[in-house]
């Protein structure tokens, strides 16, 4: 007893200094212990390394301190559209998006915009008072706000919502109508002074061919804008009737081509148009590097107070540099034409001149025109081919003086048409027939 006591003592005694060997040095692998033995609780002691946490003082490592949370970002007011353009007399509604609570809107400059805020349907809505910009200034609840720069000016112009037009032709092919239809909304629409209006005939869209007595609508989009305006976006539907008309032979040829090159405006060809006959009218101009913009213009004055009815076939190039490109393009486009009988019906009413054609002409370019006029009903017209300059009213100022003239001889008259026939006699056994022309 006095034996095991003392052993056992000595175990105990020397339990410190074995732990810090085995922290140090692996101790080696020992038997597995047999089946239903339970572990000692000095071995247990002795698996435990008696080291120190790395965040404890005694590693020489100092306990973090957590730090606070920060202050969550507030989402921003967005605006849609960021920037407004406001019309002289119109309103604009913009969207108010991430906003809280109650939203207020102050403008900088009462005098040029209104501006009011519906809560409900988080919405801006400014109303143009005076021509001029200012900044309207969004704040919400918690305090952030948004400033809107606002610009109030004048409309680049009104589109019309419809128009009304009548054509020939047998049929009226789908190229010509886009072609008629987009003349008639651009004709149709009302423009400020240095605005333009942009239409393009691959944007209109047409069913199919029309037939005579037929009726159909076409929907045309444009555009209207110019520099310090508000650009106008709209969709002129224009009602088109195929006016049934017979092919008409025209009586004689029109021609101006004197002065072919243009040194000053005025008149270049005057003429008159009968009743119940067609005429065939074709001019060719040039407007040199050392002028101005120039217009040439086609107008038909009806003298009487009655209407008259006129069909207009035409065929017109440029401007161009290239005068043999611009002439063979204008006689193409007019043979295409007659051959449908396509061409536009137009009232005249009495005592009234009416434009039938205007064609820009800048500096160093060429224009041709080869048309076909037929007067339905009424009485004789007169017609005038007019150089103008390119900033002046198509047709409003009608120069009284004589014919303008020029230092080379060229064709400007009235013409009779001349008729060919031909008559060959062909056998299929034979070789090819051949036929000149020209």
């Known amino acids: 007893m006095l034996l095991l006591a003392a052993l056992s003592a000595g175990v105990i005694g020397f339990g410190a200094p074995a732990e810090r060997v085995r922290a140090q040095t692996a101790p080696p692998a020992s038997p597995p212990a047999p089946a239903g033995t339970p572990a000692s609780p000095a071995t247990l002691t002795t698996l435990t390394p008696n080291v120190a946490p790395a965040s404890s003082p005694e590693a020489g490592i100092p306990t973090p301190v957590p730090t606070p949370a920060a202050t969550p970002t507030q989402p921003p007011i967005i605006v849609d559209p960021p920037a407004a353009g406001v019309m002289y007399g119109g309103t604009e509604t913009l969207r108010l998006i991430q906003v809280l609570g109650n939203v207020t809107a102050t403008v900088a400059d009462p005098a040029i915009v209104d501006a009011s805020v519906d809560e409900i349907a988080r919405t801006l809505t400014l109303t ?85 007595d037929d009726v159909t609508e076409i929907s045309v989009p444009l555009i209207v804008q110019g520099d310090g305006l508000i650009t106008v976006q709209g969709t002129t539907r224009v009602r088109v009737e195929n006016f049934a008309q017979p092919s008409v032979r025209p009586r004689e040829l029109l021609v101006s081509d004197f002065p072919e090159t243009l040194k000053e405006n005025g008149t270049l060809f005057s003429a008159d148009l009968n009743a119940k006959q067609a005429e065939r009218f074709l001019y060719f101009h040039y407007n040199p590097p050392d002028q101005p913009s120039r217009r040439i213009v086609l107008t038909a004055r009806n003298p009487s107070d009655q209407p008259a009815l006129v069909q207009f076939i035409e065929g017109v190039a440029g401007p161009g540099l290239n005068e043999m490109e611009v002439g063979h393009l204008s006689t193409q486009r007019f043979l295409v034409r007659l051959a449908q009988n396509e061409g536009s019906v137009v009232m005249i009413p009495g005592n009234s001149t009416v434009v039938l054609l205007s064609q820009d002409l800048p500096a160093k370019s060429v224009v041709s025109g080869l048309l076909q006029l037929h007067e339905i009903e009424g009485v004789p017209l007169h017609l005038n081919l007019l150089a103008q300059d390119a900033s002046a009213q198509p047709g409003g100022q009608i120069p009284a003086s004589a014919l303008l003239v020029g230092d080379r001889p060229h064709a400007r008259g009235e013409y009779p048409i001349p008729e060919f026939f031909f008559d060959y006699s062909y056998d299929c056994d034979d070789g090819d027939l051949q036929i000149p022309i020209g």
Do not use: C, H, M, N
Not at 156 to 162: H, L
Not at 165 to 175: C, Q, S
Not at 176 to 201: C, I, K, M
């Open 128 to 212: 143009g008072k005076q021509v001029g910009t200012t900044v309207v200034t969004v704040r919400d609840a918690r305090g952030l706000e948004r400033d809107v720069p606002v610009r109030v000016a004048y409309a680049a112009g009104v589109i019309a919502a419809a128009a009304s037009i009548r054509v020939t032709g047998d049929p009226a092919t789908p190229l010509f109508l886009r072609e008629a239809a987009l003349q008639a909304a651009l004709q149709a629409v009302t423009a400020r002074p240095g605005a333009e209006v942009v239409g393009d005939p691959e944007d209109v869209t047409v069913g199919g061919p029309l037939r005579t």
